[in-house]
Nanobody
Framework: VQLQASGGGLVQAGGSLGASCAAP???????WGWYRQAPGKQRELVAT???????VYTDSVKGRFTISRDSAKNTMHLQMNRLKPEDTAVYYC????????????????????WGQGTLVTVSS
C-alpha cells in the first residue's frame, strides 16, 4: 500500500507551493508527516500532524509551512510559503496508521506508509 502524493513543482524564492497526500480509507491514520531529502543529504522530518490536530515543525520551516489534514477524506496537505532555495528537495509523505482489517481481526498493527516523492525546486 502506497500513499498518493501530488503537488510540488518549481518556484522562485519567496513563492509558494502546495503538496498533498492521500491514504486509502482502509487505513486509520494516527500521525501524518512530511519528510524531505535534498541532494547529498539525509532525509529529514519537515512537519507532522496527529489525528487530533497537534502539529510539529522543524525549526527551519516554522512560520512558513503549514501542515493540515482532512480526516473525512484521509488526506493531508502541506502549504509552503516564503520558499527558500534551501527548501529544494524531494518531499515524501508519511502516515502511521492501522488498517481497519487488522482491527476487525483483533490484531491491530500500526505501521508506516510512504508516498512516492514529489520534487520541490526553489530557484534563487
Amino acid at each position: 500500500v502506497q500513499l498518493q502524493a501530488s503537488g510540488g513543482g518549481l518556484v522562485q524564492a519567496g513563492g509558494s507551493l502546495g503538496a498533498s497526500c492521500a491514504a486509502p480509507r482502509s487505513i486509520n491514520i494516527n500521525v501524518w508527516g512530511w519528510y524531505r531529502q535534498a541532494p547529498g543529504k539525509q532525509r529529514e522530518l519537515v512537519a507532522t500532524i496527529t489525528a487530533g490536530g497537534k502539529t510539529v515543525y522543524t525549526d527551519s520551516v516554522k512560520g512558513r509551512f503549514t501542515i493540515s489534514r482532512d480526516s473525512a477524506k484521509n488526506t493531508m496537505h502541506l502549504q509552503m510559503n516564503r520558499l527558500k532555495p534551501e527548501d529544494t528537495a524531494v518531499y515524501y509523505c508519511n502516515a502511521r496508521g492501522i488498517t481497519t482489517a487488522s482491527i476487525m481481526a483483533d490484531k491491530p498493527y500500526e505501521r508506516d506508509y510512504w508516498g512516492q516523492g514529489t520534487l520541490v525546486t526553489v530557484s534563487s
